[in-house]
């Protein structure tokens, strides 16, 4: 273990201030952090301990929404009635994460700023472009199961690893932000994760020392939620495949899905042409085959991770068959 400093703050404007110096980074749950500062994947010369800011309130708000705060625990936030009640997709996803000691511990925000699982990215003795700018990507031609199909480029392939990211896409939410001027802003979902380029460290849209206070959903969508997720184990595992959809049938037909992916995108992954394809077609088996071309005709595989193309596929045609009680023909 390498030396660091360690302050506490208990006010946001200080926390913003205090992690905006070189080197420094939050910390709150610790549950990615510890184990990448353990493997040395991440030095920061100072640790911002946010554990103890305000900021672990779930508000109803005026536009009858939902305000997250940034520290509420994921097993808080699957729990909460109003959560399973009205966005019963993000409660199944945060489920469908991790095991139950860390959901305990995990954070909203910091489950948003997660890094990627892929093994090199975890082994120092690799070259990885997102741990070391430049240094290649041993997983092009590796051991490249779990890796991503869209979204990639030519300096990393890595899959986004969070479930609670994927629902809170499909339920378009934005992440509120205060920086270390005093600033806020609140930044849509899909404008917060970056696709890779080539710049694969860099992981977000967020300044330096810039805090996520919370997160804030819209009115709960209409149509039936779900959650699959489709992964090596039956808990405690990442996804290889999952599929957060809302999708509502009026008169026979599809009035509108959305549909967010999980273990295939290098970022939290939506598309608005699978959405538009189905808007106004009857829930038929072909509708929802052409809406999974339309997903995955950009998807590229590396060889490991070729089963992840027909697999997203498959699993996408089971969740809009399951939410629309479409028959297969
Ligand atoms: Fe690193 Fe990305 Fe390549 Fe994995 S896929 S080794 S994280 S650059």
Redesign the pocket.
């Known amino acids: 273990m390498r030396h660091f400093d360690y302050v506490r703050e208990t006010e946001p404007s200080a926390a913003a201030l205090a992690a905006s110096a070189d080197g420094a980074r939050f910390i709150a749950g610790g549950t990615n952090l510890l184990d990448l500062m353990k493997l040395q994947v991440e030095t920061p010369e100072t640790l911002v301990d946010i554990s103890r800011l305000p900021l672990k309130d779930i508000e109803p708000q005026d536009d009858g929404g939902l305000r997250i705060g940034a520290l509420v625990a994921n097993s808080d936030l699957a729990a909460h009635p109003a959560v399973r009640r009205d966005y019963p997709v993000l409660s199944r996803a945060l489920l469908a994460g991790a095991s139950g000691q860390l959901r305990n511990k995990a954070t909203t925000g910091g489950n948003l700023l997660q890094r990627?699982r892929?093994g090199?990215?975890y082994e120092t003795s690799?070259?990885?472009?997102?741990?070391q700018p430049g240094s290649g990507?041993?997983?092009?031609q590796g051991f490249n199961r779990i890796?991503a199909i869209l979204g990639t480029s030519d300096?990393?392939?890595?899959a986004h690893p969070s479930d609670m990211a994927v629902a809170m896409r499909a339920l378009d939410a934005e992440v509120e932000t205060l920086d270390a001027q005093g600033g806020t802003r609140r930044i849509p979902l899909q404008a917060f994760h970056r696709q890779?380029g080539d710049t694969?460290h860099i992981e977000t849209t967020l300044e330096p020392g810039e805090l996520i206070t919370g997160v804030i959903l819209p009115p709960p969508p209409a149509g039936r939620h779900a959650y699959r997720k489709v992964r090596d184990r039956a808990s405690y595992a990442f996804a290889l495949v999952s599929v957060a959809a809302i999708v509502a049938v009026e008169d026979g037909r599809i009035a509108c899905a959305r549909l967010a992916f999980g273990g295939i995108g290098t970022v939290p992954w939506r598309s608005r042409a699978v959405e538009e394809a189905l808007a106004g077609e009857r829930p038929e088996r072909a509708v929802f085959v052409k809406a999974a071309d339309i997903l995955l005709r950009d998807a590229v595989g590396h060889g490991d991770n070729d089963f992840k193309i027909d697999l997203a596929r498959r699993t996408l045609v089971a969740v809009l068959e399951d939410t629309t009680g479409g028959t297969p023909a």
């Open positions: 990627t892929c090199y990215f690799a070259a990885c472009n997102k741990r990507c041993d997983a092009m890796m300096h990393c392939i890595a890779p694969p």
